[in-house]
């Protein structure tokens, strides 16, 4: 980043802090994570494993960005920011989340020094913080936080679960919400029972070269 978008950056994020907006035009959930190298575990992809994304447009959320001011209720945002990359970054956006209309912080960083999670949640607190351990290496960094100050964190890569946990906490205030958690975890069970109902009446052996078919 350079030295001048790093300060353009910091610029709207305080700017925005200090403009009064109404609860429906902020985003609900801010994502962020230590690098654009996160962003398949973070958000998901088409080869490997659903993400944050994926769970949150399901559950009827839109992607607002610099650009576009979606018309969905309820939307989120995605920013990198790294604490040993960009410290001051991560301190403005931490500082700036909650009056920036913000609710839930979902946090990503992955290698042994995972800090980003941790020190967006000292900074963003009483501001819950979903941190993300984006690989198995980088949870003791992510969830070992001393007495008094808090995250909560998922198991590693699954910011599909951090997802629904943000929503979770959305829900308390937004019944919207809760019908849609709802009919999410309706429609996990349906598939398993279905999933159930066939291995059983097909067998083994059918059931798996259907499968891989
Ligand atoms: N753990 C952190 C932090 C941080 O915690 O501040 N910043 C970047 N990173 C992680 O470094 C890994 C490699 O990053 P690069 O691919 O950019 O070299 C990523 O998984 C990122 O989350």
Redesign the pocket.
């Known amino acids: 980043m350079e030295a001048d978008t790093l300060t353009d950056v910091q610029d709207r994020l305080r700017e925005e802090a200090a403009t009064e907006r109404p609860a429906a035009e902020t985003p609900e959930i801010g994502i962020i994570?230590?690098?654009?190298?996160?962003l398949d575990v973070m958000m998901g992809s088409e080869t490997g494993r659903p993400g944050a994304y994926d769970a949150l447009t399901d559950l009827g959320f839109a992607e607002q960005t610099a650009d576009e001011s979606p018309d969905a209720r309820f939307t989120f945002e995605t920013y990198v920011v790294?604490?040993?990359?960009t410290p001051k970054l991560?301190y403005t956006y931490a500082e700036t989340a909650a009056d920036r209309g913000l609710d839930v912080i979902i946090a990503?960083?992955?290698?042994k020094?995972?800090?980003?999670?941790n020190?967006t949640a000292s900074i963003a607190y009483p501001l819950p913080v979903i941190g993300v351990p984006?690989?198995e290496k980088?949870l003791p960094?992510v969830i070992g936080m001393p007495q008094g100050a808090p995250i909560v964190a998922v198991d590693a890569g699954k910011s599909f679960n951090a997802a629904l946990s943000a929503v979770q906490i959305l829900a308390r205030e937004h019944e919207q919400l809760r019908d849609q958690l709802q009919a999410y975890h309706d429609g996990l069970q349906e598939s398993v029972a279905t999933t159930s109902q066939d291995v059983h009446s097909m067998g083994t052996e059918a059931f798996k070269s259907r499968r891989d078919e």
């Not at 994570?33 to 996160?38: L, N, Q, T, W």
């Not at 790294?82 to 990359?85: N, P, V, Y």
């Open positions: 994570m230590g690098s654009d190298s996160d790294s604490a040993h990359r991560m990503g960083a992955g290698g020094s995972a800090d980003l999670p020190m984006v690989q980088s960094s």
